[in-house]
């Protein structure tokens, strides 16, 4: 089955701990994001990829990394430098970036320890 | 002004009513428009895309006007199964960085 997986389902982090959770997509897509979202709240987005080995900062970048090294895969690494990083964090994919529809995995919530 | 607008809800309704949902959006070089359906602790999953000469799908309609730049989104005969959150989706064609997501509008029905 075609698909986007993201893993850990839950995730624990300690204070001062960087922690990388995993998208992995079978859907032949070009472009890949990571989002965040909050209680009650709206999607935010932390970055895109359009492209292999390039990525672009989205709205609230800071303290998160990504690296795309290969089609497939868009790990999010939440760094100690996020200090609120308690969040449901969903991974996106989509065949172009521009007026394309966006495939969302079954996300990962994190939570400090 | 927020780039997208959504009434929050809840929307109440009985089994079986006709209910709609309207999304106003700011930037009017937006050019795709979606609408998804979010489950309590889920992932957002793609309901509708929204066409400039109005789709429909089913139950569900979803219509565009982009002289008063809002979407729509008409659920009829509602079941049990359509209690969730409905998120509107702005888009231009070029930018990423740029699809804005609502907040959504919480849907209840009850029987």
């Known amino acids: 089955d075609g698909g986007i997986t993201q893993s850990p389902k839950y995730l624990f982090r300690k204070e001062g701990q960087n922690v990388t959770l995993s998208c992995e997509q079978n859907l032949n897509h070009d472009a890949m994001y990571w989002y965040r979202q909050d209680p009650g709240q709206g999607l935010r987005l932390i970055y895109y990829?359009?492209?292999?080995?390039?990525?672009q900062k989205g709205d609230i970048a800071e303290g998160y990394s990504v690296s795309r090294e290969k089609k497939e895969s868009f790990p999010l690494t939440v760094t100690s430098a996020q200090k609120n990083p308690t969040a449901f964090y969903l991974c996106a994919s989509s065949m172009g970036t521009g007026g394309q529809p966006q495939h969302f995995g079954d996300g990962t919530r994190l939570s400090i320890l | 002004r927020k780039e997208v607008e959504q009434d929050p809800g809840p929307f109440n309704v009985p089994e079986g009513a006709t209910v709609a949902f309207n999304c106003t959006y700011s930037?009017?070089?937006?050019?795709?428009f979606f609408w998804y359906r979010q489950d309590c602790r889920k992932e957002p999953k793609l309901l509708m895309s929204?066409?400039?000469s109005g789709n429909e799908d089913g139950r569900f309609t979803a219509q565009l006007n982009r002289a008063s730049q809002y979407i729509s989104l008409l659920i009829r005969d509602s079941k049990l199964s359509d209690s969730a959150t409905y998120l509107c989706v702005v888009s231009p064609y070029s930018s990423a960085s740029k699809i804005i997501f609502g907040s959504g509008t919480r849907l209840s029905i009850r029987p």
């Open positions: 930037n009017s070089a937006s050019q795709s």
């Open positions: 990829s359009q492209i292999v080995n390039d990525f």
């Open positions: 929204v066409y400039s």
